[in-house]
Each structure stands twice: as structure tokens, then as C-alpha cells.
């Protein structure tokens, strides 16, 4: 398992999902959008407090970012 290809999937999927863009969402969570984009394109390492930002932001619980949904389809 990547984590950090799990975590930017789930993060891409909810986000969308509330039917937002990045820039929108990077608003609402206090991030700036290029760091939501590399972390949706699996390229930077998250910190635990943006785990719980963006989790926030989601209304979310942030362990469902690190679930990984392709091993429950196989």
C-alpha cells in the first residue's frame, strides 16, 4: 500500500464529491492550492496537523483519508 497515493485518491474523491475545487477547498482548510494539488497528484508527504485540516474541511474523520477503498473492491 502508498499511503500517499491512498491519502491524495480519497482527498480528490471527497473533495469533488462536496463539489469542490481545489482553490475553493485549499480556501476552506487555510492551505495554499499548489499544496493541494501535489498531495492530490501524490507528490508531497503530509503533516498530521494537515491530515486533520483537511479532515476538518471534509467533515470528515481523518482516518477515512487513509483508508485504502481499492483493496475493498478486489
Known amino acids: ?3 500517499i497515493k491512498v491519502f491524495g485518491t480519497n482527498l480528490r474523491k471527497y ?3 462536496l463539489g469542490l475545487s481545489q482553490e475553493k477547498f485549499a480556501e476552506k482548510c487555510g492551505l495554499h492550492r499548489t499544496y493541494i494539488g501535489s498531495v492530490e497528484c501524490f507528490q508531497r508527504n503530509v503533516s498530521l496537523e494537515n491530515i486533520q485540516r483537511i479532515a476538518d474541511a471534509l467533515g470528515i474523520e481523518s ?3 487513509l483508508i ?3 483493496k475493498e473492491r478486489q
Open 68 to 70: 485504502d477503498n481499492n
Open 15 to 17: 473533495r469533488t464529491e
Open 1 to 3: 500500500m502508498d499511503i
Open 63 to 65: 482516518y477515512k483519508l
